[in-house]
């Protein structure tokens, strides 16, 4: 039996992969800090169901704890390593920088550090769309430039992207950075557009729609980034030969077993159209409060995911209608409205 190491594992997407990485046969050992960045009992309730396997270990700390990864690594020796701790969100980090240095930069290096010194088969960092920040052009590729992040959390994670590729550079790591496109669904973060939207039009409440509706966004269903996720860990990447060319549209290191991988589910949906699918799902009308456009934030994001096909043979396919229907009944469910 091979064993994963999950940061982030009582996470949103934590939850959803670790669950689907226990399916499959795997040990999990989940490290998670379980902070109060939003309700606490939500992440405890998904650390109770992953409990009930025998297989899943949680580990409550933080990854940017001194010497707690390398002291994992040396116990454990986890065969892959899946990288989803961090400190997430656009806005936050307009008030709170200090928290996605010492998150996302700091636990970035504790973990890089671990690997050096106990090296797995794969290791799997997530990033994000953000990283791609001011790019104009649409689908966003990953062999595209990005150089101009917008907020100082895509900024951080585009720093952990070059940290990762000088470490799989001088030690040889195999890693892929995945960037994700808006996921969304149920047990998602109370602070998401999603769960803020559903939360005010079950309780009557206006809604704050930024840039006045005229926003676009590569909604990913949960499952569906697991799916490639999951599908990737087989996708090793390998130093290419010396003079070997890397061929068209793989976003290989030329000097590193690093890539980077979108996974989105390549549609840009009018947030509109978003509104729409979630007052289908609640048989109730918005009221919308139109406002500018925040700071930090980009007015369209949009995967080309054709990077993922070539690498797993697997695209993203569940509809915004779908995925928002069953995030709804989530919801309901778990808060009996």
């Keep these: 039996?091979?064993?994963?190491?999950?940061?982030?594992?009582?996470?949103?997407?934590?939850?959803?992969?670790?669950?689907?990485?226990?399916?499959?046969?795997?040990?999990?050992?989940?490290?998670?800090?379980?902070?109060?960045?939003?309700?606490?009992?939500?992440?405890?309730?998904?650390?109770?169901?992953?409990?009930?396997?025998?297989?899943?270990?949680?580990?409550?700390?933080?990854?940017?704890?001194?010497?707690?990864?390398?002291?994992?690594?040396?116990?454990?020796?986890?065969?892959?390593?899946?990288?989803?701790?961090?400190?997430?969100?656009?806005?936050?980090?307009?008030?709170?920088?200090?928290?996605?240095?010492?998150?996302?930069?700091?636990?970035?290096?504790?973990?890089?550090?671990?690997?050096?010194?106990?090296?797995?088969?794969?290791?799997?960092?997530?990033?994000?769309?953000?990283?791609?920040?001011?790019?104009?052009?649409?689908?966003?590729?990953?062999?595209?430039?990005?150089?101009?992040?917008?907020?100082?959390?895509?900024?951080?994670?585009?720093?952990?992207?070059?940290?990762?590729?000088?470490?799989a550079h001088l030690y040889d790591l195999p890693v892929t950075m995945f960037r994700f496109f808006t996921v969304y669904g149920p047990w998602g973060r109370p602070d998401m557009a999603l769960f803020k939207f559903t939360k005010a039009i079950l309780e009557g409440r206006p809604i704050d729609v930024y840039n006045y509706g005229d926003m676009k966004r590569d909604f990913t269903y949960v499952e569906d980034l697991v799916e490639g996720i999951r599908l990737l860990m087989d996708a090793v990447p390998l130093r290419p030969a010396e003079g070997e060319e890397v061929p068209d549209g793989d976003s290989l290191s030329p000097v590193a077993p690093w890539r980077i991988v979108n996974i989105g589910n390549s549609t840009c949906v009018r947030l509109t159209d978003f509104i729409e699918a979630i007052e289908t799902a609640t048989g109730r009308t918005a009221e919308r409060n139109l406002m500018p456009m925040q700071p930090g934030d980009v007015p369209a994001t949009w995967a080309d995911a054709d990077l993922l096909h070539s690498l797993t043979g697997y695209r993203p396919k569940t509809t915004v209608q779908e995925g928002v229907a069953r995030f709804v009944k989530w919801y309901r469910e778990y808060h009996q409205v």
């Design 1 to 167: 039996m091979k064993t994963v190491l999950v940061t982030g594992s009582a996470g949103f997407i934590g939850y959803f992969l670790c669950t689907r990485l226990l399916k499959d046969g795997f040990r999990v050992i989940g490290l998670d800090a379980m902070t109060d960045y939003y309700d606490v009992r939500l992440k405890e309730r998904r650390q109770q169901m992953l409990l009930q396997n025998e297989h899943f270990t949680p580990v409550n700390d933080r990854v940017e704890a001194p010497d707690l990864l390398m002291s994992l690594f040396r116990s454990e020796k986890p065969d892959f390593v899946i990288h989803l701790a961090a400190q997430a969100g656009v806005r936050y980090s307009i008030e709170a920088p200090r928290s996605y240095l010492e998150s996302n930069l700091c636990g970035t290096f504790e973990l890089l550090e671990a690997a050096r010194a106990f090296p797995p088969e794969h290791m799997l960092l997530a990033s994000t769309s953000s990283a791609y920040g001011a790019n104009t052009a649409l689908p966003y590729k990953e062999t595209d430039k990005a150089d101009h992040q917008m907020s100082f959390y895509a900024a951080t994670k585009k720093a952990t992207e070059t940290m990762a590729h000088s470490y």
